[in-house]
């Protein structure tokens, strides 16, 4: 079986709709392929009620007990390999990761960014591509590589910016379409193993 895991620290809907799309595309006869766990580094994340109520192992990891950076990281990695997964799933996990990190799972660490990378790379996407005067902003799943937002980019969806938008509307959006993106993406992957 491949395992994949999820790491989130927030609303966990990217999250949700990866589990929806593996039960309703039955990525198990499709691919041999599961979500093992999801992982949160923030324990009251709500993310972990709704993968929980989907039938799916939860793990908290306190960032806030660790001293270091490397030291949280080098816990989360342990607590992921337990699970051997081809592929490890950023769904708004708000956390940097160590260069340690990302060399560890290089080639199946994937993220979803809500802009149209190249543009637009770390926080305030919205707001900034509506400052910009942009007609067009979506989102891109990506591979993760040492630089932040920066990677090998597997799928993009593209979403017009309204007059009226504000960055609340835009990233609402937005987000609908990262729903559709983000599994696709990832049965992509899986159907290329
Ligand atoms: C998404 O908009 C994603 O692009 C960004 O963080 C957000 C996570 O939302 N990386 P959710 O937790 O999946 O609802």
Redesign the pocket.
Known sequence: MKNIVIL????????AAIVQAANQEDWQAKFNARIAAVISNKPDAN?LILASAMGIETKRLNHFAFATREAFDAELMQEIDIYAPVLVV?????RILTPGFVAHYTGRLV????SLLPAFTGLNTHQRAIDAGCKLTG?TVHLVTENLDIGPILAQTEVAILPSDTAKTL?TR??IA?HIIYPQAIAQLLAAM
């Open positions: 989130i620290s927030g609303s966990g809907s990217n999250m993310g950023l769904a708004g996990f708000m993220n979803i960014h809500p989102a990233a937005v987000q990262e």
